[in-house]
């Protein structure tokens, strides 16, 4: 069988089966209900033949039964409706059937799916929507109404008609479409854009807006002045300033956010404004000088004109505003601000200079003097005249204004011309509310003057004595170093170098000068000198190059060693560790040079017994013989027998070793070879055997002649005669 016999065998069968489901149809008229939905029920298997669907609608049409009716519809739906040969004549049936409450359901989808295809449907369905007054259907049919993407004059005429009639939701929907279709005035727009209006649909107008730039500044201005949601007033914010800000309406609702809105993302939004998108003009200007003058909020009008500031520059009318805002009664605080931003143009605008010289000569505050003097600083003028305006700007009871008096010092060139004019400035630096670091700096520059007034060199002076400053005291202390350097011993300050040595464990400054100029104050010289090689002043000592002992031996050329001298000598060599034998043999120098100091009597023997390893022998010999002179072998031998240790008689025995040709050697020998229980120590032992060598005595006859004698023998039992 060819391919167009089968064909033709297919076009039979399919018209057989459509003949007898029309057989059906034409019964179903005839039969009772349960006969109507048995043959119904067979000849929808061919509902998508055209003739049956024509004939199935005749028969929904005609059908009284609601129930069957809808059965009918439902059957129909589930085929499709791409086979219903007369469309309007299907649109009247549906929107006919709408009256009935138990096919609605089932109609409307099949009119909504219908209004799709066929245009004329939608009549239908608005006619519908505007008969009845429910709000669910009128959702459902709206929805359907809706889908197009393209929709005609008569859906956006109906669009329009219910924006005034819609709950929420379904005005959201509107909305959107006619929005899409740009099809709402500005107008219309800010219509929407009222605070009773629902935040969604706010949000999603301004969301419109955004995207299409468009700004509303009316309805905007109300929403940021009095909508209840910080995101609305916030996004109304940003929405006025995508095409600047120029109008004075919207400067004062911007203003008004700034100042009063209770949420910081709206007043942050509202300074952004400021920054970012105001626009200059001359209205504008005016306008904001006049807001600036009448500001209450002092706050907020230095914000106001922080936020102005960077416009100043490059806008002549702006700054000639603010100078004229000057000559208002406007605050200090607000006045001080406008000197600074205007002062920034000092560098880049010389011709300024002028008017701020003006300005401070008639300003009254000294708060503004200080702003003032701080632009005509920053232009670093040099010259006699400045020179003099900067000196009398220093003696201003200002705090303030006598900083920036400095800082214009710190600019000023160190030249023969300014040095005078700079050292005077000396007496700010005894000042405490100059700041730390322009202390430093000023002191730094002043320091570096090649000769320094005396008057200058006094203030450095008092700087050394009071500051708690480590770098500014080092200042000091060259400053005085090099004054005495130029201007010899007059210049030294004995009390300064006593405290700095006595208390403050501080000296330098003080070598090597101390040796040069000693012989115009020797008493304070020596209290000084004295003070240095105080045990606590190690450190200081050190790092200035200098020794104790040095110090010692220069007092004992220049005064004589005094008993303080010599206790001081002697505690060392008694109780520090020297660190090598050569500072021993120094320190008994010194006390050789005072003999007569009572401490020596006693201590010398302390020495000997503690420190006798170290000690020059022949050197102490000399000392005690100074002292002591014909007393020195009794002295000796009292103090020997009184030890009871080997570790105690050694160091003796050590210094009879080292001055062997004295004559009581040997008897003192002798004494400490009868020391009781010495002998069994071999140290002992072997120092006595050294020291006998030396004196040339034989130990073995000393230790003969200290031994007892032997004990006498009984005579026993002799022989009988």
Not at 30 to 58: C, E, F, G, M, R
């Amino acid at each position: 069988m060819d391919l167009s016999q089968t064909i033709a065998t297919i076009r039979e069968r399919r018209n057989a089966g459509t003949e007898q489901a029309l057989l059906m149809l034409n019964m179903v008229p005839l039969s009772d209900t349960d006969n109507k939905y048995t043959l119904l029920s067979t000849a929808a298997h061919h509902l998508n033949d055209p003739a049956v669907v024509s004939q199935w609608i005749t028969l929904i049409a005609a059908e009284t039964d609601t129930q069957l009716k809808a059965d009918m519809l439902q059957r129909l739906a589930a085929v499709g409706l791409q086979q219903i040969p007369d469309k309007a004549a299907f649109a009247d049936l549906l929107a006919n059937a709408l009256q009935q409450d138990e096919s609605r359901d089932i109609i409307l989808p099949l009119l909504g799916r219908l209004s799709l295809s066929y245009p004329p449907a939608r009549e239908r369905l608005i006619a519908f929507y505007r008969q009845q007054h429910n709000a669910d259907v009128n959702r459902l049919v709206l929805s359907w109404l809706l889908i197009p993407v393209h929709a005609t004059e008569a859906d956006l005429s109906f669009y329009h008609s219910l924006l005034d009639s819609t709950d929420t939701d379904d005005k959201l929907l509107l909305l959107n479409r006619l929005l899409l279709r740009d099809q709402l005035t500005p107008e219309q727009i800010a219509q929407q854009l009222q605070p009773a209006t629902p935040d969604v649909i706010k949000d999603m107008v301004l969301r419109f807006c955004f995207d299409r730039s468009t700004v509303l500044p009316a309805a905007l201005c109300g929403l940021v002045r009095s909508d209840k949601n910080p995101a609305i007033r916030r996004g109304s914010i940003q929405l006025l300033a995508v095409h600047g800000v120029s109008e004075n309406e919207v400067l004062d609702t911007i203003l008004h956010a700034l100042r009063e809105d209770p949420d910081p993302a709206v007043r942050q939004a509202a300074m952004f404004v400021f920054a970012y998108s105001l626009t200059l003009t001359p209205a504008t200007i005016e306008h904001l000088a006049l807001c600036l003058q009448t500001e209450k909020e002092i706050p907020v009008a230095l914000q106001l004109l922080q936020l102005l500031a960077p416009y100043t520059e490059k806008n002549e009318a702006l700054s000639e505003a603010l100078w004229q805002l000057l000559d208002r009664d406007i605050a200090v605080d607000l006045a001080a601000t406008i000197y600074d931003i205007l002062g920034r143009l000092v560098p880049v605008k010389p011709l300024l200079l002028e008017r701020f010289m003006t300005a401070y000569e008639k300003e009254q505050h000294d708060t503004c003097k200080a702003v003032i003097l701080k632009a005509i600083t920053s232009a670093m003028n040099t010259g006699e005249s400045w020179n003099q305006f900067y000196l009398r700007a220093l003696e201003a009871p200002s705090a303030a204004i006598r900083s920036w008096a400095v800082q214009a010092m710190l600019y000023l060139p160190l030249t023969p011309d300014n040095n005078s004019t700079i050292a005077a400035a000396a007496p700010a630096l005894l000042q405490p509310e100059l700041p730390p670091r322009q202390q430093r700096l000023l002191a730094r520059k002043i320091s570096c003057i090649p000769q320094l007034p005396a008057a200058a060199v006094q203030v450095f002076s008092q700087l050394a004595d009071h500051s708690n400053d480590g770098e500014l005291q080092s200042i000091a202390t060259k400053v005085q170093e090099k004054a005495i350097a130029h201007n010899g011993g007059a210049q030294v300050n004995w009390e300064q170098w006593l405290h700095k040595a006595e208390v403050a464990g501080d000296l330098n400054g003080i070598f090597p000068h101390i040796w040069l100029f000693y012989d115009d104050n020797p008493t304070m010289a020596d209290k000084i000198l004295f003070a240095a090689i105080n045990p606590s002043n190690g450190g200081s000592l050190y790092q200035s190059g200098v020794t104790d002992i040095e110090v010692l031996q220069f007092l004992s050329v220049k005064s004589g060693v005094s008993d303080e001298m010599s206790r001081y000598a002697l505690n060392q060599l008694l109780h520090t560790d020297l660190g090598n034998e050569s500072k021993f043999k120094w320190y008994l120098l010194v006390l050789k040079s005072n003999p007569a100091s009572a401490d020596l009597r006693e201590g010398l023997w302390q020495l000997l017994e503690k420190r006798g390893r170290y000690l020059n022998m022949i050197q102490l010999d000399e000392l005690l013989r100074i002292i002591w002179k014909d007393q020195l072998e009794n002295v000796f031998r009292q103090h020997l027998l009184q030890q009871t240790t080997a570790a105690g008689a050694v160091p003796y025995l050590q210094y009879l070793e080292a001055n062997n040709s004295w004559e009581p050697v040997p008897a003192l020998l002798k004494d400490a070879a009868q020391l009781p229980g010495m002998l069994s120590d071999s140290s002992f032992k072997e120092a006595l055997q050294r020291a006998c060598r030396a004196a040339g005595v034989d130990i073995d006859d000393l230790l003969r002649s200290i031994a007892p004698p032997p004990a006498p023998r009984e005579d026993g039992p002799g022989f009988a005669d």
